[in-house]
């Protein structure tokens, strides 16, 4: 007998991957066959904590898009206009491809009247095998820049599920990659924290679970309560939590070192035996899915307005500090709402579209809001389809599905699968396959106390963020034209995919937010080749500097080896939890050491807007 356990969380840093690992390891000690999966394929953490013998490694490729061949192209722009992606630009007599924007959907190849695509195996990963005691370990490595891919690349490890019990480690959020990894699972468990931030990205994941038909179980870790806000949500949800753990910095510091909790700090191993037992039992019977409450878009626009949502604004662009992170949870949006207030009046953009928390501390009013689209949903039309499947023999998501009745063939859309590239609507002869704009998100513009806001919020289980993301960008320039400030901050997203790149693109300075762990270093490693690859001058703060000072002094020597800058360091520091729950940065909240630290990074970074 098989059981998937997927291990999710509504944004990085809730420790998602500190319960797997030890979820893991004490199911293991039971004698229990254990599988580890980690599907955070553009930040896994897993092999860090369980140090597998990998012994064996394999690219993963795929067949695709490289450019046009000049001799047999016309530049008809019509592979430009089919793609959903922005990933192609067709000017006078030369096609550009822009291979970070791709999601080799085929689109481009489907439409070219003169069969003028190249296309050729691209590497988007690389996957690894190996054994972890008596734990079997896989896991992937994103290709840098390569975002687009994560679901594909998530596929490929699940390929790898055996007989037993399946760890899944989810990427953190609501997105495509999300989706993948936990729609087939038999028990979705949600980590959260119960602080404003966790409390609010908890109610995204949770809605993103039923909507594809999960009811979850919530673990809580680092669990100080300040107030009842957390248990009132789950209480009125009905949401059943499996697990607790204590905020204990002997926790952090034992984590930070990349040790199991169960080995290192054996008063901690009934309670993850016990939560242990509790998640297989749970995940043994059949739950029923409770019915969202809440659409995740409004009603107030019935159709979208391309022309208000596309355009975009020519004249001079503001300078741009973009503050990201290798995974969420660094304190990414506290720097940022703290950077804003010490501004005093500063262009103010929020592109963590998947799990947008900047809003929480800086209480926008809204100016103007509008719904985004970045791809299409696509419907067969059963009495119009013939059943030649060639929109199944086109899709390159397995999107499209085959049932057979009666000896006859039906084909249907499965949208959890589908990410609106139109294909299947492209290449139908029959004209069977209906399109429309698909909803994915809204968009706002915004008045806050330290300046006008751009921000976003993406649909639940949607895709296309990066495009969001750039709209987002789009409208910011837009407010610096209306204030005439030029000088801007932006709370980018987690992580290398997607929404990173475009949250990169076009800035001016990068400032990245890592925490002394071992999967801080990896993971900041992962995001330095980001920053390197697309030429961004960057610097990084380390956060809680003072839980490890051994890993910290690593940090230093690896932000040399990339020839980016040390801009200081923030000590630990629970004040930062207070001040989110009055909605104030914490340099508006209190004097002290961390605060101080804080202006002194801002002096740092200011004159890169200046430049």
């Given at each position: 007998?098989?059981?998937?356990?997927?291990?999710?969380?509504?944004?990085?840093?809730?420790?998602?991957?500190f319960?797997?690992?030890?979820?893991?390891?004490v199911?293991?000690?039971?004698?229990?066959?254990?599988?580890?999966?980690?599907?955070?394929?553009?930040?896994?953490?897993?092999h860090?904590?369980?140090?597998?013998?990998?012994?064996e490694?394999?690219?993963?490729?795929?067949l695709?898009?490289?450019?046009?061949?000049?001799?047999?192209c016309?530049?008809c722009?019509?592979?430009?206009?089919?793609?959903?992606?922005?990933?192609?630009?067709?000017i006078?007599?030369?096609?550009?491809f822009?291979?970070?924007?791709?999601?080799?959907?085929?689109?481009?190849?489907?439409?070219?009247?003169?069969?003028?695509?190249v296309?050729?195996?691209?590497?988007?990963?690389?996957?690894?095998?190996g054994?972890?005691?008596s734990?079997?370990?896989?896991?992937?490595?994103?290709?840098?820049a390569?975002?687009?891919?994560?679901?594909?690349?998530?596929?490929?490890?699940?390929?790898?599920?055996?007989?037993?019990i399946?760890?899944?480690?989810?990427?953190?959020?609501?997105t495509?990659?999300v989706?993948?990894?936990?729609k087939?699972?038999?028990?979705?468990?949600?980590?959260?924290?119960?602080?404003?931030?966790?409390?609010?990205?908890?109610?995204?994941?949770?809605?993103?679970?039923?909507?594809?038909?999960?009811?979850?179980?919530?673990?809580?870790?680092?669990?100080?309560?300040?107030?009842?806000?957390?248990?009132?949500?789950?209480?009125?949800?009905?949401?059943?939590?499996?697990?607790?753990?204590?905020?204990?910095?002997?926790?952090?510091?034992?984590?930070?070192?990349?040790d199991?909790?169960?080995e290192?700090?054996?008063?901690?191993?009934?309670?993850?035996?016990?939560?242990?037992?509790?998640?297989?039992k749970?995940?043994?019977?059949?739950?029923?899915?409770?019915?969202?409450?809440?659409?995740d878009?409004?009603?107030?626009?019935?159709?979208?307005?391309?022309?208000?949502?596309?355009?975009?604004f020519?004249?001079?662009?503001?300078k741009?500090?973009?503050?990201?992170?290798?995974k969420?949870?660094?304190?990414?949006?506290?720097?940022?709402?703290?950077?804003?207030?010490?501004a005093?009046?500063?262009l103010i953009?929020?592109?963590?579209?998947?799990?947008a928390?900047?809003?929480?501390?800086?209480?926008p009013?809204?100016?103007?809001?509008?719904?985004?689209?970045?791809?299409?949903?696509?419907?067969?039309?059963?009495?119009?389809?013939?059943?030649?499947?060639?929109?199944?023999?086109?899709?390159?998501?397995s999107?499209?599905?085959?049932?057979?009745?009666?000896g006859?063939?039906?084909?249907?859309?499965?949208?959890?699968?589908c990410?609106?590239?139109?294909?299947?609507?492209l290449?139908?002869?029959?004209?069977?396959?209906?399109?429309?704009?698909?909803f994915n998100g809204?968009?706002?513009?915004?008045?806050?106390r330290?300046?006008?806001m751009?921000?976003?919020?993406l649909?639940?289980?949607?895709?296309?963020?990066?495009?969001?993301?750039?709209?987002?960008?789009?409208?910011?320039?837009?407010?610096?034209?209306?204030?005439?400030?030029s000088?801007?901050?932006?709370?980018?997203?987690?992580g290398t995919?997607?929404?990173?790149?475009?949250s990169?693109?076009?800035?001016?300075?990068?400032?990245?937010?890592?925490?002394?762990?071992?999967?801080?270093?990896?993971?900041?490693?992962?995001i330095?080749?980001?920053?390197?690859?697309?030429g961004?001058?960057?610097?990084?703060v380390?956060?809680?500097?003072?839980?490890?000072?051994e890993?910290?002094?690593?940090?230093?020597?690896?932000?040399?080896?990339?020839?980016?800058e040390?801009?200081?360091?923030?000590?630990?520091?629970r004040?930062?939890t207070?001040?989110?729950?009055?909605?104030l940065?914490?340099?508006e909240?209190?004097?002290?050491?961390?605060?101080?630290?804080?202006?002194?990074?801002?002096?740092?970074?200011?004159?890169?807007?200046?430049?």
């Amino acid at each position: 007998m098989s059981l998937q356990i997927a291990v999710s969380s509504g944004k990085g840093g809730t420790g998602k991957t500190f319960i797997a690992t030890n979820i893991a390891a004490v199911l293991a000690e039971k004698g229990e066959p254990v599988h580890y999966l980690d599907c955070d394929v553009e930040e896994p953490n897993g092999h860090l904590f369980l140090n597998p013998l990998i012994h064996e490694q394999e690219d993963v490729t795929l067949l695709s898009p490289v450019g046009a061949d000049e001799e047999k192209c016309i530049f008809c722009g019509k592979c430009a206009e089919a793609c959903h992606y922005n990933a192609i630009t067709v000017i006078e007599n030369k096609v550009l491809f822009f291979k970070e924007l791709c999601h080799v959907c085929g689109a481009c190849q489907a439409v070219c009247p003169v069969d003028a695509i190249v296309e050729e195996n691209r590497k988007i990963g690389v996957l690894k095998h190996g054994k972890s005691s008596s734990i079997s370990f896989h896991y992937a490595l994103l290709e840098t820049a390569e975002g687009g891919m994560s679901p594909r690349l998530v596929k490929k490890v699940k390929e790898h599920a055996g007989e037993g019990i399946n760890i899944l480690d989810s990427p953190p959020g609501t997105t495509c990659p999300v989706v993948e990894t936990i729609k087939d699972a038999d028990l979705c468990v949600l980590v959260t924290d119960p602080t404003p931030f966790g409390i609010h990205d908890l109610k995204l994941a949770v809605d993103m679970s039923r909507e594809i038909g999960k009811e979850p179980v919530v673990v809580v870790n680092r669990a100080d309560y300040k107030n009842d806000a957390l248990q009132k949500y789950l209480k009125e949800e009905k949401i059943e939590v499996v697990g607790e753990i204590p905020d204990d910095r002997s926790i952090a510091e034992t984590y930070s070192r990349g040790d199991l909790v169960v080995e290192k700090l054996p008063k901690y191993k009934k309670l993850f035996e016990e939560m242990a037992d509790e998640i297989i039992k749970k995940s043994r019977q059949k739950r029923v899915v409770k019915k969202r409450k809440d659409k995740d878009i409004t009603d107030m626009e019935q159709k979208i307005d391309k022309e208000k949502q596309d355009r975009t604004f020519s004249g001079r662009k503001p300078k741009e500090l973009v503050v990201i992170s290798g995974k969420g949870g660094t304190g990414k949006t506290s720097l940022v709402a703290s950077f804003t207030a010490l501004a005093g009046r500063i262009l103010i953009a929020d592109c963590d579209v998947d799990a947008a928390d900047l809003h929480l501390i800086l209480k926008p009013k809204i100016k103007e809001r509008g719904t985004f689209s970045g791809s299409v949903l696509a419907e067969i039309d059963q009495e119009k389809c013939t059943a030649c499947g060639r929109c199944k023999q086109e899709c390159r998501f397995s999107a499209v599905e085959e049932k057979i009745s009666e000896g006859k063939s039906s084909f249907f859309i499965d949208q959890l699968a589908c990410e609106g590239c139109g294909v299947c609507h492209l290449v139908c002869e029959d004209n069977a396959v209906k399109i429309e704009d698909a909803f994915n998100g809204e968009w706002f513009l915004s008045e806050t106390r330290h300046g006008p806001m751009s921000h976003a919020r993406l649909g639940i289980a949607e895709e296309n963020s990066g495009r969001l993301v750039t709209l987002v960008r789009n409208k910011l320039n837009q407010l610096g034209q209306e204030s005439s400030l030029s000088e801007a901050v932006i709370d980018g997203s987690p992580g290398t995919g997607c929404p990173v790149i475009s949250s990169l693109t076009g800035s001016d300075y990068a400032l990245i937010v890592t925490e002394p762990t071992v999967s801080g270093v990896h993971d900041l490693s992962r995001i330095l080749d980001v920053t390197a690859h697309f030429g961004i001058p960057s610097g990084v703060v380390v956060n809680k500097y003072d839980i490890n000072l051994e890993m910290t002094e690593k940090i230093k020597t690896l932000i040399r080896d990339y020839n980016a800058e040390y801009m200081g360091k923030i000590p630990y520091d629970r004040s930062i939890t207070d001040a989110q729950m009055q909605g104030l940065s914490v340099v508006e909240y209190t004097e002290s050491p961390m605060t101080e630290a804080i202006k002194n990074i801002w002096t740092k970074v200011k004159p890169y807007l200046s430049i």
